[in-house]
């Protein structure tokens, strides 16, 4: 039975080798114990080689041996077979406790965070880093089993001829020797060519969200130039890699061949001297080359052991990264609202995204009532946006304090926060789920089917849905997606059937038309007579029937007050109202 997906409170620890090995004892046992069988298997067969040529020699029935060696072979092959699917498992085990852990942490941490390291690198994490990291398990039981079939090996030569075995030590040790100096570097060249794939991954993902502008302006030549330039520094880097891989079999081959030599002339040497039998020496030669695959399996594991490693402080450097709620928040209570207090204030709040040198807010100050309707409105670069990210705790305020329904905002537990709040950003984000599973995004429980019926119908949108393969129940996104309009709509009905406090709108009327329009202020009128809805919005058409509006310009408030109120007295309001909306708006002045 696959492991429960990690919540918010059960998110996995920095990867451990040994824990995640020890997590399956009995499994690993088993694999162990399977590879040891294997391993004595080959030790057997070069000694069950040298009693079949001494039986040829004194002319013995060699049934006894050759039965003997056809149960060893297959009984190693089956062994080491059983033992792989076991270590398998086990691999893969971890890697899905792994991925579905950096999922679950990447959704978690703050929005700045997510944004500076880019959606290429963080899927990096989840599909090359953590195939990295799967081959650890075969290579960290591969490891000592080749070590001890080397050591026991090595015992065997000893028995049969200490002085040839010294010979093979002393060419060994030169290769080890070697292949070590090879695989310090591979490590870091690992870890550079990840950086690379994460890279590359970033701005191809960008480029294919953007395809439909880069089509537009013909800007084909310009990603590709960018592209290339990502591809470059990939290749340049894995070719390093690829250099210090080729570097390996190469310095293996040539200890081997040289090995191979020096026994070959030490061995005829002995023999000629009478200190050796022909028998003994075959034995010899037949341990010699089984020690040639052990020995490759160690250089080649060490290296694949240094990629693994490196993958594996890569996944650990995004798992040590902080979440985006406080830690203690799983032991707090949510304040209870205060019945009188405003939906938001905010005191002297400043902000500053990061990278830039100029604040995007500067000691903004303002309430938003409990009910009713508030509109922020103002040129772009106002900061209207940033307000509404302050105000459900995507970012942090520089400075300043920020309450929420009578509390301060950091006082509420992240979660409980946002359970206060339905938030319809100006992408209308829908996630790749069926459209009942977008609409009740946030509600404690399910809506039935009359509701859900009931909202769409309040956007205009119960048609569409009811037209596509499955209804409610299709997958929306690739080839079952909605038009920007139609996403527009599916965000504000996911926002009327929220059981929420506060509504925050950002942009919700730029992709509709005259009639859906018409629906939105119905829409926004009915959830102002119970809530706070705050509505961010170039268009001022929603502005006449606000209850209160807040102007803002260059990141801070010029003004606040209802919209015959601040056309009286704010000129910055009346000039962004006339260039937008003509007479109407102004009253027929």
Same mark, same amino acid.
């Given at each position: 039975m696959?492991?429960?997906?990690?919540?918010?409170?059960?998110?996995?620890?920095p990867?451990r080798?040994?824990?995640? +090995?020890?997590?399956?004892?009995?499994?690993?046992?088993?694999?162990?114990l399977?590879?040891?069988?294997?391993t004595?298997? $080959?030790?057997?067969?070069?000694?069950?080689?040298?009693?079949?040529?001494g =039986?040829?020699?004194a002319?013995?029935?060699?049934?006894?041996? +050759?039965?003997?060696?056809a149960g060893?072979?297959?009984?190693?092959?089956?062994?080491?077979?059983?033992?792989?699917?076991?270590?398998?498992?086990?691999g893969e085990?971890?890697?899905?406790?792994?991925?579905?852990?950096?999922?679950?942490h990447?959704?978690r941490?703050?929005?700045?965070?997510v944004?500076?390291?880019?959606?290429?690198?963080?899927?990096?994490?989840?599909?090359?880093?953590?195939?990295?990291?799967?081959?650890?398990?075969e290579?960290?039981?591969?490891?000592?089993?080749?070590?001890l079939?080397?050591?026991?090996?090595?015992?065997?030569?000893?028995?049969?001829d200490?002085?040839?075995?010294?010979?093979?030590?002393?060419a060994?040790?030169?290769?080890?020797?070697l292949?070590?100096?090879?695989?310090?570097?591979?490590?870091?060249?690992?870890?550079?060519?990840?950086d690379?794939?994460?890279?590359?991954?970033q701005?191809?993902?960008?480029?294919?969200?953007?395809?439909?502008t880069?089509?537009?302006?013909?800007?084909?030549?310009?990603?590709?130039?960018?592209?290339?330039? =990502?591809a470059?520094?990939?290749?340049? @880097?894995?070719?390093?890699?690829?250099?210090?891989?080729?570097l390996v079999?190469? @310095?293996?081959?040539?200890?081997?061949?040289?090995?191979?030599?020096?026994?070959?002339?030490?061995?005829?040497?002995?023999?000629?001297a009478?200190d050796l039998?022909?028998?003994?020496?075959?034995?010899?030669?037949?341990?010699?080359?089984?020690?040639v695959?052990?020995?490759?399996?160690l250089?080649?594991?060490? $290296?694949?052991?240094?990629?693994?490693?490196?993958?594996?402080?890569?996944?650990?450097?995004?798992?040590?990264?902080?979440?985006?709620?406080?830690? =203690?928040?799983?032991?707090?209570?949510?304040?209870?609202?205060?019945?009188?207090?405003p939906?938001v204030?905010?005191?002297?709040?400043?902000?500053?995204?990061?990278?830039?040198?100029?604040?995007?807010l500067?000691a903004?100050?303002?309430?938003?009532p409990?009910?009713g309707?508030?509109?922020? @409105?103002?040129?772009?670069?106002?900061?209207?946006?940033?307000?509404?990210?302050?105000?459900?705790r995507?970012?942090?305020?520089?400075?300043?304090?920020?309450?929420?329904?009578?509390? =301060?905002a950091?006082s509420?537990?992240?979660?409980? +926060?946002?359970?206060?709040m339905?938030?319809?950003?100006?992408?209308?984000?829908?996630?790749e789920?069926?459209?009942?599973e977008?609409?009740?995004l946030?509600?404690?429980?399910?809506?039935?089917?009359?509701e859900?019926?009931?909202?769409?119908?309040?956007? $205009?949108?119960?048609?569409d849905?009811?037209?596509?393969?499955q209804?409610?129940?299709?997958?929306?996104g690739?080839?079952?997606?909605l038009?920007?309009?139609?996403r527009q709509?599916?965000?504000?009905?996911?926002? +009327?059937?929220?059981?929420?406090?506060?509504?925050?709108?950002?942009?919700?009327?730029?992709?509709l038309?005259?009639?859906?329009?018409?629906?939105?202020?119905?829409?926004?009128?009915?959830?102002?007579?119970?809530?706070?809805?705050?509505?961010?919005?170039?268009?001022?058409s929603?502005?006449?029937?606000?209850?209160?509006?807040?102007?803002m310009?260059?990141?801070?408030?010029?003004?606040a007050?209802?919209?015959?109120?601040?056309?009286?007295?704010?000129?910055?309001?009346?000039?962004l109202?006339?260039?937008?909306?003509?007479?109407?708006?102004?009253?027929?002045?």
């Amino acid at each position: 039975m696959a492991d429960q997906p990690p919540t918010a409170e059960t998110l996995v620890p920095p990867f451990r080798l040994r824990r995640e +090995l020890a997590a399956q004892p009995v499994r690993l046992v088993v694999a162990l114990l399977l590879a040891v069988a294997a391993t004595a298997a $080959g030790l057997a067969l070069p000694l069950l080689v040298q009693k079949i040529v001494g =039986d040829f020699s004194a002319h013995r029935s060699l049934a006894p041996g +050759l039965l003997m060696m056809a149960g060893a072979a297959v009984g190693g092959a089956l062994a080491q077979a059983l033992s792989g699917f076991q270590l398998a498992r086990i691999g893969e085990r971890m890697t899905y406790r792994l991925r579905v852990g950096i999922m679950a942490h990447a959704l978690r941490l703050p929005l700045p965070v997510v944004r500076a390291r880019g959606t290429g690198d963080l899927a990096a994490r989840v599909t090359s880093d953590a195939q990295l990291l799967r081959q650890v398990v075969e290579v960290a039981t591969q490891l000592p089993l080749a070590a001890l079939s080397v050591l026991a090996t090595l015992g065997v030569m000893v028995w049969i001829d200490w002085v040839l075995t010294a010979v093979t030590v002393a060419a060994l040790a030169v290769l080890t020797v070697l292949v070590l100096v090879i695989m310090r570097r591979m490590r870091s060249n690992v870890s550079g060519q990840q950086d690379a794939v994460g890279r590359i991954a970033q701005r191809f993902t960008a480029n294919l969200e953007a395809l439909t502008t880069i089509k537009a302006y013909r800007a084909e030549p310009v990603a590709d130039r960018a592209l290339a330039g =990502d591809a470059e520094e990939l290749r340049a @880097v894995s070719l390093t890699g690829a250099r210090l891989g080729a570097l390996v079999p190469a @310095v293996l081959t040539l200890g081997n061949q040289f090995a191979m030599i020096a026994v070959i002339l030490t061995g005829g040497a002995r023999l000629a001297a009478g200190d050796l039998e022909v028998a003994a020496f075959a034995a010899f030669l037949l341990y010699l080359l089984q020690t040639v695959p052990s020995v490759n399996t160690l250089a080649t594991g060490f $290296g694949r052991l240094q990629a693994g490693l490196a993958a594996r402080d890569r996944c650990n450097e995004l798992l040590a990264l902080p979440l985006e709620a406080d830690p =203690d928040d799983a032991d707090r209570t949510a304040p209870a609202p205060e019945p009188d207090a405003p939906a938001v204030v905010f005191r002297s709040v400043s902000y500053t995204h990061a990278g830039s040198g100029e604040a995007a807010l500067r000691a903004v100050s303002f309430s938003v009532p409990r009910t009713g309707l508030t509109a922020v @409105v103002g040129p772009s670069g106002a900061g209207k946006t940033t307000a509404l990210s302050l105000v459900g705790r995507f970012v942090r305020p520089s400075a300043g304090a920020i309450s929420v329904l009578g509390h =301060d905002a950091g006082s509420w537990p992240l979660g409980a +926060l946002r359970a206060r709040m339905a938030y319809v950003d100006q992408a209308f984000t829908l996630l790749e789920a069926t459209a009942r599973e977008n609409l009740q995004l946030g509600r404690v429980g399910p809506a039935a089917d009359g509701e859900l019926a009931e909202a769409l119908a309040a956007v $205009g949108l119960a048609e569409d849905v009811a037209r596509l393969p499955q209804g409610l129940d299709t997958v929306l996104g690739r080839e079952s997606d909605l038009s920007g309009g139609q996403r527009q709509r599916m965000a504000l009905a996911r926002a +009327l059937l929220a059981d929420t406090d506060i509504v925050l709108l950002d942009e919700p009327t730029s992709q509709l038309d005259g009639l859906n329009e018409l629906r939105f202020r119905e829409i926004v009128e009915r959830l102002a007579r119970r809530r706070a809805v705050v509505v961010v919005a170039h268009r001022l058409s929603t502005v006449q029937r606000a209850d209160h509006v807040i102007m803002m310009n260059r990141g801070t408030v010029v003004d606040a007050a209802d919209h015959p109120t601040l056309l009286t007295r704010c000129l910055p309001y009346r000039e962004l109202v006339a260039s937008q909306a003509g007479p109407s708006l102004l009253g027929g002045r």
